[in-house]
């Protein structure tokens, strides 16, 4: 089992940045997959990003891509989200999720384990 804790959102205005962290309780850290969801009101869970469990590939949607960068730090068993130039249609709930496998995939239904969620508001 697999425990997931995010912290780091907030209130921010548009163009500024947020880090978010998620820390996870598993031993074996380092052979999960991360990724990154967020969920606004009224739409479905969307992937944002994710990283090997190396963190030698990562992956972005193509709405987030030059403005956030996911890292992962295996010796403190944390991910990171770092979000830069935010935008109001950014404003949603952040989730952590992990997987076993080598692969990231984009879609919420192949992740194992999932964080609470931290909220995000990008004001304009």
């Known amino acids: 089992q697999v425990q997931l804790v995010e912290s780091g959102g907030g209130l921010v205005q548009a163009g500024g940045s947020l880090r978010l962290s998620c820390t996870a309780s598993?031993?074996?850290?380092?052979?999960?997959?991360m990724g990154w969801f967020r969920q606004a009101p009224g739409k479905e869970r969307e992937f944002v990003a994710g990283i090997t469990w190396r963190g030698g590939r990562t992956y972005y949607a193509d709405s987030v891509k030059g403005r956030f960068t996911i890292s992962r730090d295996n010796a403190k068993n944390t991910v990171y989200l770092q979000m830069n130039n935010l935008k109001p249609e950014d404003t949603a709930v952040y989730y952590c999720a992990a997987r076993s496998g080598s692969s990231v995939p984009a879609t919420q239904y192949d992740y194992d384990y999932w964080g609470q969620g931290t909220q995000v508001t990008v004001s304009s």
């Open positions: 598993a031993r074996t850290f380092s052979s999960y997959t």
